[in-house]
């Protein structure tokens, strides 16, 4: 973890930070920073990566819905104005309410991450990038069917005669 090597860099340089991080069972700040890390990382309850993983899906539901949004509207309901506020507000609670009911009851996400945190190598490595290419596709495709994607705009121009 290369953040936690430069944070033991400042450890080992400050003499009161160090001083926090020495302990009577060890005396390497780097192994206690690593153990500390380890714990936020790798906790399936309450950890960092916990977090993000709950982020993720949550945020690609929202891309998703948001893109259902704008071609129900520009293909049936084009000359309509809303508000854009109000708009992601609900697109954002019912992202929210589909990943509660899709990963999040019954632990679903929790038993993932401790599955996760088991596997090494290739696997972790394919999931990390299938879960990156979804996002940057949902973000893309949301942008393409807004009114300034080339498939809001293809929307938009079927009814050029209103």
Avoid at 96 to 125: A, H, M, P, S
Avoid at 134 to 148: A, E, K
């Amino acid at each position: 973890m290369p953040i936690v090597k430069i944070f033991y860099f400042f450890i080992n340089k400050i003499p009161s930070i160090r001083k926090y991080y020495v302990t009577k069972e060890n005396n390497d700040p780097l192994d206690v920073a690593i153990k500390r890390t380890k714990k936020v990382t790798e906790n399936p309850k309450l950890g960092l990566g916990t977090m993000i993983g709950a982020s993720g899906p949550m945020l690609i539901t929202f891309f998703l819905y948001m893109s259902i949004y704008h071609i129900i509207l520009y293909l049936f309901f084009p000359t309509f104005q809303d508000n854009f506020g109000y708009v992601v507000t609900i697109v954002a609670i019912l992202a929210f309410l589909t990943d509660v009911i899709l990963c999040q009851k019954d632990d679903k996400g929790e038993k993932y991450i401790k599955e996760f945190n088991k596997r090494k190598g290739w696997w972790r490595t394919k999931w990390k990038i299938i879960t990156i290419l979804t996002l940057f596709l949902s973000l893309w495709f949301c942008l393409s069917t807004s009114s300034i994607g080339s498939i809001g705009r293809f929307l938009i121009s079927l009814h050029s005669n209103i």
